[in-house]
């Protein structure tokens, strides 16, 4: 599976933005998709996951209220809605397809694909 994440940029504190992965390859809908994201000097973390139907989601305690990830199986594409943005939010975002479509895992070692981050800039 081949992924390309696009829709970053730069964006006002409680400013809001739709990050969107482009799938390629390998069947979209056998794949469980997940978003992660690198802040400078941190560890990349977890964000979002969605199953491969789209009926399960999991989100990380930081973003859940204010982040939603939703797939388009037809288009092969998952998106990341972002929504009450805070600086501690700027970070490279990461899509990633888990190669089968079970879960919702929250670890990077459970995912076998991975794109290019996006970066996601907030301004204060």
């Known amino acids: 599976v081949q992924l390309q994440a696009s829709g970053g940029g730069l964006v006002q504190a409680g400013g809001s933005l739709t990050l969107s992965c482009a799938a390629s390859?390998?069947?979209?809908?056998?794949?469980?998709m997940g978003w992660f994201r690198q802040a400078p000097g941190k560890e990349r973390e977890f964000v979002a996951a969605?199953?491969?139907?789209?009926?399960?989601?999991a989100y990380a305690d930081s973003v859940k209220g204010r982040f939603t990830i939703s797939r388009d199986n037809a288009k092969s594409t998952v998106n990341l809605q972002m929504n009450s943005l805070k600086p501690e939010d700027t970070a490279v975002y990461f899509c990633?397809?888990?190669?089968?479509?079970?879960?919702?895992?929250?670890?990077?070692?459970?995912?076998?694909?991975w794109g290019r981050g996006t970066q996601v800039t907030v301004s204060s």
């Open positions: 390859g390998r069947t979209f809908s056998g794949n469980a």
């Open positions: 990633a397809a888990r190669g089968t479509r079970w879960g919702t895992p929250m670890q990077m070692s459970d995912y076998a694909y």
């Open positions: 969605i199953n491969w139907s789209g009926g399960s989601t």
